[in-house]
């Protein structure tokens, strides 16, 4: 099982970027894809979720009506588009995927990608 973020790069503050996780495995197993971000010496933190139908979506606080989750199940991939991004959206942006409920806990999830560096510049 293994999950392949991309997308990321520098962007100045209220542009977009459309991140992409790509997986590959055992794919019909799981049930929830999240994304998540790390900025440098904080914790990680959750940005959003979807769920295998995609009927629902959830959201952190900070993103909400900026940021839009979505998947593609044909393809095994789950996107994340970010627009008029944010200074404070900088960080490393990790896609995460758990079977059964959605959680918003990192520590809950068990499958991650490698991350993908989000950048944006004031």
């Not at 929830?32 to 914790?43: C, D």
């Not at 933190?45 to 952190?60: E, Q």
């Not at 991004?85 to 990192?106: H, N, V």
């Amino acid at each position: 099982v293994q999950l392949q973020a991309s997308g990321g790069g520098l962007v100045q503050a209220g542009g977009s970027l459309r991140l992409s996780c790509a997986a590959s495995g055992r794919t019909l197993s799981w049930n929830i894809m999240g994304w998540f971000r790390q900025a440098p010496g904080k914790e990680r933190k959750f940005v959003a979720a979807i769920t295998w139908s995609g009927r629902s979506t959830h959201y952190a606080r900070s993103v909400k009506g900026r940021f839009t989750i979505s998947r593609d199940n044909a393809k095994n991939t789950v996107y994340l588009q970010m627009n008029r991004l944010k200074p404070e959206d900088t960080a490393i942006y990790y896609c995460a995927a758990r079977e059964g409920t959605y959680y918003s806990s990192a520590e809950l999830y068990k499958d991650w990608g490698q991350g993908t560096q989000v950048t944006v510049s004031s």
